[in-house]
Nanobody
Framework: QVQLVESGGGLVQPGGSLRLSCTAS????????MGWYRQAPGEQRKLVAL???????RYADSAKGRFTISRDMVKNSLYLQMNSLESEDTAVYYC???????????WGQGTQVTVSS
């Protein structure tokens, strides 16, 4: 089992920045990919960015050039630096970890990001 705890959400004005953090615990040695997803009201959960154990990253088109995903393997943590935030970025952001060998995915409880003036 893997437990994920997110932090760093909040209310920010358009054009502002936030940094989300996710700390993993438990069977962390089995984790391959980690990523951030978000879910706005009435919409499906969507990928924002992910990073593999080898450092390969992938971003949603909406995140490219504004968001940066990073991972600290020593601290078992995942981060998402979000700049130039827009109202469309308002959503609950979820941390995700995947154990590819076991075919299992784990989710954090989510952290609310609200972009509003």
């Amino acid at each position: 089992q893997v437990q994920l705890v997110e932090s760093g959400g909040g209310l920010v004005q358009p054009g502002g920045s936030l940094r989300l953090s996710c700390t993993a615990s438990g069977s962390i040695g089995r984790i391959n990919n980690m990523g951030w997803y978000r879910q706005a009201p009435g919409e499906q959960r969507k990928l924002v960015a992910l990073q593999t154990n080898r450092g390969t990253t992938r971003y949603a088109d909406s995140a490219k050039g504004r968001f940066t995903i990073s991972r600290d393997m020593v601290k078992n943590s995942l981060y998402l630096q979000m700049n130039s935030l827009e109202s469309e970025d308002t959503a609950v952001y979820y941390c995700n970890a995947v154990d590819v060998n076991a075919g299992r995915a784990y989710w954090g409880q989510g952290t609310q990001v609200t972009v509003s003036s």
